[in-house]
């Protein structure tokens, strides 16, 4: 069984900073690509940030600049590091890994989520 455990999430004022990490633990093989998306209240899922097998990274405008996404393989872990953060920030962040798993085949998976909160 796989499973993404995220951690890091919290409640930050306007121009603070705050670091995500998601890790995926089961049999599996690799990990070829993650993303970090986030859901606000009202509002769609959207991808933030992506970084493939390659470590080519794709960010969303709104964030650009502001926020670093990078992996560790070794670690099977992905992070999200958010600086100069706004209260448009503010939404459940989730994690999402494209996994080859050891059953076969690339499996996609997501995390449970973790609350970020941009407040003063």
């Known amino acids: 069984q796989v499973q993404l455990v995220e951690s890091g999430g919290g409640l930050v004022e306007p121009g603070g900073s705050l670091r995500l990490s998601c890790t995926v633990s089961?049999?599996?093989?690799?990990?070829?690509?993650w993303g970090w998306y986030r859901q606000a209240p009202g509002k769609e899922r959207e991808l933030v940030a992506a970084?493939?097998?390659?470590?080519?990274?794709n960010y969303a405008d709104s964030v650009k600049g502001r926020f670093t996404i990078s992996r560790d393989n070794a670690k099977n872990t992905v992070y999200l590091q958010m600086n100069s953060l706004k209260p448009e920030d503010t939404g459940v962040y989730y994690c999402?890994?494209?996994?080859?798993?050891?059953?076969?085949?690339?499996?996609?998976?997501w995390g449970q989520g973790t609350q970020v909160t941009v407040s003063s």
């Open positions: 970084i493939s097998s390659g470590s080519s990274e």
């Open positions: 999402n890994a494209d996994v080859a798993v050891v059953a076969g085949g690339i499996l996609d998976y």
């Open positions: 089961g049999s599996i093989f690799s990990t070829v690509a």
